[in-house]
């Protein structure tokens, strides 16, 4: 497995991380609750080399636990299946550019609907290889991961829902807390796709199935954790980064497609009313997010693979791996984005803000900052930012020089917007009447040329 445009599941992308020096094993008996995460924290944090880690033995499981498979630039883009993000983000931006459509939503709608994206579905499958005989989740090897938790999740999840009225399914990443043997918590947040089907079921007094499943092709646990424009699907967007099509399989319960080479295929009903605490969870605002009441699922049915591995991931302050996975949506975004705002020339999340929670967005000169400011909270992805910041004059790849530059510029008596909550700093207007500072050109030359002689290096 020396390529990732090979790689169709989690072994074989530990297998290529191990090839590549990038995966580190802990042979040493780790236990689930606070150990294991503490270990990965330290290791997202720099010490260790911020490899991948195989949990070997996890104490009290057979199963082993794999943590921060995303945790760096090169392996978020193997997991796309590309050497370099920006092949990923090529195929996309090329894609967008033959379909039609008047905004980006559409134009993606109408490319992931092209028959190379199209899932491969297989019959007699790997994820479906053993079904438990009595569904147990407490089999699995769920983390606590911080003190105050609220119980043991599985952070990296790939949930699957479909509209009672068919049309594609979709594939979220909301965690699941475990609360026995057959039943978790999920939480979805209301505005998901996944809580958007829910009602929908409840409307019509049925219970919802869902399918959940754990490892898989990377590409589309990525996918997952894209906001994907309404009506958009996970695996034949996962299948436009990757460049071949994701091999899914039917759940054993349902309809839902989950994909073939799936470690754990977790499914189960949620049904009108049920709904139970969740939490608290701590949080990668550095908080614990306090207890919420969320949907019930009771699961029906555990199947997995021979010798299943759990991936699973650590939320917390960053940097952790999941500032990895905000960086590539970034990067993805930025093209969608740029369909809507052609005015916009580049944006940046800083990690701080947790993904999209603070944006700062450069764009061409003339663009009324106001106008895009509004436009974006309209709709699309920036939607949802707390602060959203627009200027001219300032390289997003450089938020230090970015902040000062705009917070400088604009004028809080008009240039401050406020909606629903969120704020937007319009910092493209020049200040009026001010001269722009500069150094003198004459003694920055002189500088340069008797910098040694001052004793400097
Ligand atoms: C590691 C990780 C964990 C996440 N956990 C949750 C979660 O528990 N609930 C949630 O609503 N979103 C969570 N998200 C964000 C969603 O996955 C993301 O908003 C995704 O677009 C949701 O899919 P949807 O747009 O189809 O609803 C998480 C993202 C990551 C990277």
Known sequence: MSDPTAISDLRQFLALLEQRRELHRIAVEVDPALELAAITDRVCKGAGGRRALLFQRVLGHRT???????????????ALGVERLETAVQRLEQGLKFVPGEDAGTRLQHLLQKPRFVPNLKVGCLCHEITMPCPDLSLLPALRSWPGDGGRY????????????????????YRLQILGPQRAAVHWREASDAAHHCRAWHARGLPMPVSIALGGHPTLLFAATFPLPPGCDEAAFAALLHGRPVAMTSSLTSDLQVPQGAEFVIEGLVYPGERVEEGPFGNHTGFYQPSVRVP?????????????????????????????????AERL??????????????????VEGIFHGVTLISVKANTCGKTLLHGLWEKGPLQLARLLVITTDGDTRDPATFFWRTLNRCDPRHDLLMRNGRVGIDATAAPQGLQVLQPDEHISEVLRQRWSEYGFD
């Not at 636990?65 to 883009?77: D, E, H, M, W, Y």
């Not at 790939?158 to 594939?171: L, M, W």
């Not at 997995?304 to 996975?325: S, W």
């Open 154 to 173: 599985l952070n990296l999840p790939q949930v699957f829902t479909r509209h009672p009225e068919g049309g594609s399914a979709n594939c979220g990443m």
């Open 296 to 328: 019930l699922l009771r699961v029906s049915s555990i199947s997995h693979r021979a010798d299943p591995i759990l991936a699973t991931t650590i939320v917390g302050p960053p940097p952790m791996e999941n500032c990895y996975l905000g960086k590539v």
């Open 333 to 350: 975004l930025l093209c969608l984005l740029r369909i809507d705002h052609p005015e916009i020339l580049d944006i940046n999340m800083p």
């Open 64 to 78: 082993p636990v794999a943590t921060n498979l995303f945790g760096s630039f090169r392996r978020a883009a193997w």
